[in-house]
């Protein structure tokens, strides 16, 4: 059987169902990383056609736009690969994913498409969210006028998605090129203009040459010698880009209006449906929508505590177990030491945290699949300007709940330069899941499992506070440097609604797994170098020093027994190697903290990703012999002892001095990257680092300081 390898890409206007369909069709066969030579995120996939020949389709998903003219620095993707056929996505076949209940507004979209000359598919989404306004609207009617594939579907449910892929195979296939129909039709110089440009770059199509006119400096396929010529080329001919734009939409909705009003029929009054309205009325109000969105909250921070600790607590005893039993079963030396006390004592450390992750990935995927997210962003845009930021920063700031990198590159759909910056500044003080192995092993460690407050769990109240004082502090912190960095353009938030929808359960249960997986993997790479490294440094000291401290503890116990021998001569030769030699070193700066060295060792591992505080805290224990007969992570923090007041280690005080330090503290190498890489400098980020810093440091103390 013949195999064809088809490229396809998915375009289509935010909140059309572009994500769902994505999801739908590659299911999970995905991957992400970055477009070439660019820093905004790609999402890809395969899926399989099955005819005649297997048609193998790898599946692009460009940035959500409303038109190919872009206002954010992620928009300007589309065009830079639409318009070079050398691309490496290049497409073969665009599907367009169209909101049938605002298909006007749609079809502007697959309108510049379709004059760009690439092979498309119409996919006509959303006809339960029309049919609930009273519009009908015929496809059949609608590939006729378009002269294109028009398929009905429903991502949410796959129906109609097998005659999707139908559709894009007999267009990848089909030899004969459809006759060229353009939407804009050029009118005097700019015919002119077009030729000239055509001739210069060996262009077939007039309104890709209009693009390379009116887009060049978005171009990265363009040397500066060339965007320069065009320069010229636009002064020659006294061509207004501006006037251009407005004209050339004015136009598109005349030829579109026509199409819309055959291809759509209205049986009624067209609003939107009754719940959306009323349930608008509700989460939109300026107060109560304000009080669901924290009681929603609130809820989401009870549910990871509720229903994770039975799997997190068989986790962490299993996992617990099968050290013991690896430790048992290898010869006992150094290699033993090193799997045992080192790389699977660290990523013990993280692994118990895995329904912790899924539960809050879940419930954050089943509100954005529900369109409530959309609401909050409207509801907040009121409180967010009045810190320097829009209803547009929401969705970095929720999405670093997740984690900071990603959201940090979310901020390209905010097009005013000044939020978009004041945005980045401050979304790594919001609460990531990085973070949550911290803060649940440490509210653990201070709040009894069963104290309630009324039919809430006291531990999900802390959780929820942590996670709310991040998000003030994410708030001030705008407002201050608001008052330092000049805006110089103004700023609007234009956003359309998507209407409300049960979750599909399915895309829920992609979200919960490739959240998992990329915790794992990417904690799990840096878990293990860590705690290799932490491990050689914690085992091998300078010259003979750790010889010599154990010879003097052995003499020093002469009626103690082997455990107990054993228990101090590994506690003392930790305290002597290079990790303890270390950890003294910098004692005296985190002492007003509460933290001894040990504490401090954790501290400073986990500036490569603070996940790894836990695990290094792990691994500094099964290496320090103090806790010998206690296998889980938690019990071997609750059993450390303070070598100065030969009381608990983890006091109330230095657990919540802990907790605020991590709510503020930029311990995230990869933020810092991304932070550089979207700044395109070296200064925002060490400002960042420096402020997030000493907050850390002076919230820490206080918290410290006052409790104890």
């Not at 794992?520 to 440094?537: F, N, Q, R, T, Y």
Request: aromatic share 10%; hydrophobic share 50%; net charge negative.
């Amino acid at each position: 059987m013949k195999q064809v390898n088809i490229k396809v890409a998915l375009v289509g206007n935010p909140n059309a169902g572009k994500s769902t369909l994505f999801n739908d069709l590659t299911g999970l066969r995905q991957k992400t990383g970055n477009f070439p030579g660019v820093t905004v995120e790609k999402k890809s996939g395969t899926f399989r056609i099955n005819a005649e020949e297997v048609s193998n389709v790898t599946l692009v998903d460009l940035p959500g736009t409303y038109s190919i003219y872009p206002k954010s620095k992620d928009e300007t993707v589309v065009m830079d690969i639409l318009a070079n056929p050398k691309h490496p996505d290049f497409p073969d076949v665009v599907i367009v994913v169209a909101d049938a209940s605002n298909l006007q507004r749609n079809l502007l979209l697959f309108t510049e498409i379709s004059d760009l000359g690439i092979p498309s598919v119409l996919a006509l989404n959303m006809l339960d969210v029309a049919a609930s306004m009273n519009l009908t609207v015929n496809a059949v009617q609608l590939a006729m006028q378009l002269n294109v594939p028009v398929v009905r579907i429903n991502a949410r449910t796959g129906e109609g998605v097998n005659n999707l892929k139908e559709a894009v195979r007999q267009v990848a296939r089909s030899s004969n090129k459809r006759a060229m129909q353009y939407f804009y039709e050029p009118k005097g110089h700019e015919m002119e203009l077009i030729e000239e440009v055509k001739g210069l770059y060996q262009l077939d199509n007039d309104y890709v040459a209009l693009q390379y006119v009116c887009q060049h400096d978005n171009f990265s396929f363009l040397e500066q010698p060339v965007r320069a010529k065009l320069d010229t080329l636009i002064e020659k001919y006294g061509f207004d880009e501006n006037n251009f734009l407005a004209e050339e939409t004015v136009a598109r909705y005349e030829k579109i209006k026509p199409i819309v009003s055959k291809a759509v029929k209205s049986e009624g009054a067209s609003e939107r449906p009754f719940w959306t309205r009323k349930l608008d009325s509700i989460l939109l109000h300026q107060v109560w929508g304000y009080v669901i969105f924290a009681l929603v909250l609130l809820l989401v921070f009870q549910a990871i505590f509720a229903w994770a600790t039975f799997f997190s607590d068989w986790l962490d005893a299993t996992a617990a177990q099968g050290i013991e039993w690896v430790k048992v079963t290898l010869p006992e030396g150094v290699l033993n030491d090193l799997i045992t006390d080192g790389i699977l004592a660290g990523i013990a450390g993280i692994i118990v945290f895995i329904p912790q992750i899924a539960i809050l990935f879940a419930l954050v995927s089943i509100l954005e699949e529900s369109g409530y997210m959309a609401r909050v962003m409207v509801i907040m845009d009121k409180l967010m300007r009045r810190f320097g930021l829009n209803g547009r920063s929401v969705v970095p700031l929720i999405s670093g709940v997740a984690c900071a990198v990603p959201a940090i590159m979310t901020t390209r759909s905010i097009s005013s330069r000044y939020e978009r910056l004041l945005t980045i500044l401050v979304t790594p003080l919001m609460s990531c899941s990085a973070r949550l192995p911290i803060y649940t092993i440490l509210i653990a460690l201070i709040v009894p499992a069963n104290e309630m407050v009324g039919i809430f769990s006291m531990q999900g109240l802390i959780l929820f506070g942590l996670y709310f004082l991040g998000l003030v502090g994410a708030l001030a912190s705008a407002w201050l440097l608001s008052l330092f960095i000049p805006r110089k353009e103004p700023s609007y938030f234009m956003l359309e609604m998507p209407s409300y929808k049960l979750p599909r359960w399915r895309h829920v249960g992609f979200a919960m797994y490739e959240s998992v997986k990329s915790f794992v993997l990417e904690a799990g790479k840096v878990i293990m170098a860590i705690s290799i490294i932490l491990w050689v440094l914690a085992s091998y000291g300078p010259g003979d020093n750790m010889d010599v401290a154990e010879q003097q503890t052995i003499a020093a116990m002469p009626n103690a027994s082997q455990e107990q021998i054993e228990a101090a001569v590994a506690s003392i030769r930790l305290e002597t190697s290079y990790a303890g030699e270390f950890g003294h070193f910098i004692e005296p700066v985190i002492k007003p903290l509460g933290y001894d060295w040990k504490i401090g060792i954790a501290l400073l591992a986990s500036f490569a990703a603070r996940e790894v505080f836990v695990g290094t805290m792990a691994t500094i224990y099964s290496i320090s012999g103090d806790s010998e007969d206690v296998p889980t992570v938690k019990q071997r923090l609750v059993q450390e002892r303070n070598p100065d007041t030969g009381g608990q280690m983890f006091t109330p005080a230095v657990c919540y001095s802990l907790l605020m330090f991590y709510v503020f503290a930029m311990m995230c190498m990869s933020t810092i990257a991304v932070v550089y890489r979207e700044t395109h400098g070296w200064k925002w980020p060490l400002i960042q680092l420096a402020y997030l810093t000493v907050l850390a440091y002076v919230s820490a103390f206080a918290a410290y300081q006052l409790l104890s």
